[in-house]
């Protein structure tokens, strides 16, 4: 297949015989391809969307990723079980609403490649061998990406899978699902220069949901457009996305101009990650046209025609358009006030204000910690953040405040994650032995954490370890809730067997069960350390596998 001049948004790698040579399910010992891998973290740190698939024992795949040294972070997923390749593309598709024209699957075998293409039809294709035909690929040698909007890209569609498995294992009624969602639109016009630019990444970059008069070749090229559309009179439009709590960004955009008693929406897009988001699409546009019609009698969209903007037309007539013109591809739809009929949707509350850029939290984990936890933390205390990330948990607000709360009175706080992120100590929470010293912690923060690790028993011993006798512990640890497919995990830890482990040393203050008592989705607990041993070794529970989910529950 000529891949030349491809223009590729997507790539799917195999890993056997192509990031590493060697088989792993034969016992061989992958050795890693160092200049392919180099080669895909390069593609990571342009915008490029990768993924791993291999026909492998999971838990086998991630030791051999860690072994040979590549980064699991530049893939969105690594999808390893022993199902058909091809199966497994068509339900990342469906799980992602992918493109396939843009979207190349990268395998050493060509039966799967054919399989691939017989799936997808329209999928680029190439064997593992010709890779470096790419580094030719004029579309993605011109690609650039900052490493924020990398990360939020990669946390979007992360999320995307989680919510695509977490509905399909939802034992309930579509309606009852979507109202645990907890799903908020916040919207108005970006008036930073970093809200801009996410603005204009979504113009250039996404497949779906746009309404696109033109083709912005570049992010340079979108940014330009942008800013002569605002010197013209046009109006930017953005919306934030926060779903059960978590930030989403900036997922959708609009322009638009006034003229008398008419308003031109002149284009348009809704992130491809945002698509089947409970009537999302349709919760954004009916909220733009509601602000709309408070000034004018008649707003007009101008829309491209092209087979992915199928779903835009659907969206407009159920508004009650009408198609007012045509050119050659372009239409132009109008609607007036009076003809107007609204499409609110009951799961998604829509709020006009500032434009949130930063992690909220999860909502539970945040209510838990102000009312329980926030008012034990005393001045002069040392407090530890155990996987602090990005301030997911508790959120980018909450976790500056703990922090200041804590240095303003004389403490100290460390936030500590394995991955560097720019203001935290870089360390394992398994073993914490080079940053902090016995006994030496008043306070301890292990929320979400305890699930992802691979030895969870380490994390515990060391929190045992260096917390003072009287010091204090809040976690918080998911239990009926789906497989994260990133980043890793493991566990799942019941009241049982969380009371069973941390009594010899602690005592217990408080527990709180989210959702149902008999089978909660997320515990969380406050507990005191009592014991004056230093550790008291906890070993590994090896509990019950779920072989469907690769989950242990203990």
């Known amino acids: 297949m000529n891949i030349a001049n491809k223009k590729i948004k997507t790539i799917i790698t195999d890993f056997d015989q192509?990031?590493?040579?060697?088989?792993?399910?034969?016992?061989?010992?992958?050795?890693?391809?160092?200049?392919?891998?180099?080669?895909?973290k390069r593609l990571h740190a342009k915008g490029v969307l990768l993924f791993g698939m291999t026909k492998n024992n999971r838990r086998e795949v991630l030791a051999v990723l860690r072994n040979v040294g590549v980064d699991a972070n530049i893939f969105i997923a690594i999808i390893a079980n022993w199902d058909n390749k091809a199966r497994n593309l068509a339900l990342l598709f469906d799980q992602l609403k992918l493109r396939v024209d843009t979207t190349l699957f990268i395998d050493d075998n060509l039966l799967e490649l054919s399989e691939a293409q017989s799936v997808l039809p329209g999928i680029l294709t190439i064997q593992a061998g010709d890779w470096r035909r790419l580094k030719k690929n004029p579309f993605l040698n011109a690609m650039r990406c900052s490493a924020n909007s990398v990360r939020m890209r990669y946390k979007r569609y992360r999320y995307a899978m989680r919510l695509f498995n977490a509905k399909r294992t939802f034992r309930g009624s579509e309606e009852e699902f979507l109202s645990t969602?907890?799903?908020?639109?916040?919207?108005?016009?970006?008036?930073?220069?970093?809200?801009?630019?996410?603005?204009?990444?979504?113009?250039?970059?996404?497949?779906?949901?746009?309404?696109?008069?033109?083709?912005?070749?570049?992010l340079d090229d979108a940014m330009k457009y942008l800013l002569a559309l605002k010197e013209t009179g046009h109006i930017i439009y953005a919306a934030s996305i926060s779903d059960a709590g978590v930030n989403l960004g900036i997922q959708a955009a609009f322009t638009l101009v006034h003229s008398g008693n008419t308003t031109l929406i002149s284009n348009g897009t809704v992130s491809c990650s945002m698509i089947s988001f409970g009537d999302l699409e349709k919760t954004i546009i009916n909220?733009?046209?509601?602000?709309?019609?408070?000034?004018?009698?008649?707003?007009?969209?101008?829309?491209?025609?092209?087979?992915?903007?199928?779903?835009?037309?659907?969206?407009?007539l159920s508004f009650g358009f009408n198609i007012a013109s045509k050119h050659k591809k372009d239409h132009l739809y109008r609607l007036q006030k009076n003809n107007y009929s609204p499409q609110k949707s009951r799961w998604i509350r829509t709020l006009w204000g500032p434009i949130s850029t930063?992690?909220?939290?999860?909502?539970?984990?945040?209510?838990?910690?102000?009312?329980?936890?926030?008012?034990?933390?005393?001045?002069?205390?040392?407090?530890?953040?155990?996987?602090?990330?990005?301030?997911?948990?508790?959120?980018?607000?909450?976790t500056r405040r703990l922090e200041r709360k804590v240095t303003t009175r004389g403490g100290h706080y460390y936030a500590v994650d394995i991955a560097d992120y720019g203001n935290n100590i870089v360390a394992d929470a398994g073993d914490l032995r080079s940053v902090f010293a016995d006994k030496s912690i008043d306070y301890i923060i292990c929320t979400e954490l305890l699930e992802h690790v691979e030895h969870y028993w380490s994390v515990i011993n060391e929190i045992t370890r260096i917390l003072r006798p009287g010091g204090r512990l809040f976690i918080s640890v998911p239990y009926a809730?789906?497989?994260?497919?990133?980043?890793?995990?493991?566990?799942?830890?019941?009241?049982?067997?969380?009371?069973?482990?941390?009594?010899?040393?602690?005592?217990i203050d408080q527990i709180e069960l989210e959702g149902s008592k008999r089978n909660p989705r997320r515990i969380l607990m406050s507990l005191t350390r009592t014991s004056e041993m230093v550790t008291g070794e906890v070993i590994r529970d090896r509990g019950k596998v779920d072989w469907e989910t690769g989950l242990t529950y203990l």
Not at 18 to 40: C, D, H, M
Not at 185 to 197: C, D, G
Not at 301 to 316: A, D, F, G, H, Q
């Open 18 to 40: 192509t990031l590493w040579s060697g088989t792993i399910a034969e016992g061989e010992q992958p050795v890693l391809n160092k200049e392919y891998y180099r080669f895909l």
């Open 181 to 218: 969602c907890n799903r908020v639109v916040n919207l108005s016009q970006p008036k930073s220069s970093k809200s801009l630019e996410r603005v204009a990444e979504l113009f250039y970059r996404t497949n779906r949901l746009n309404f696109y008069r033109r083709q912005l070749t570049s």
């Open 287 to 316: 909220s733009i046209l509601q602000k709309l019609f408070l000034h004018s009698e008649t707003v007009e969209i101008l829309v491209k025609m092209t087979p992915t903007n199928s779903r835009i037309i659907e969206i407009l």
């Open 358 to 398: 930063k992690y909220l939290g999860i909502p539970s984990v945040r209510d838990y910690f102000l009312r329980i936890e926030w008012p034990a933390i005393r001045g002069g205390c040392k407090v530890v953040m155990l996987g602090v990330g990005q301030g997911e948990t508790l959120g980018t607000a909450l």
């Open 481 to 507: 809730y789906p497989k994260h497919e990133y980043p890793l995990d493991l566990w799942r830890f019941s009241v049982r067997f969380l009371r069973s482990t941390f009594i010899p040393y602690f005592r």
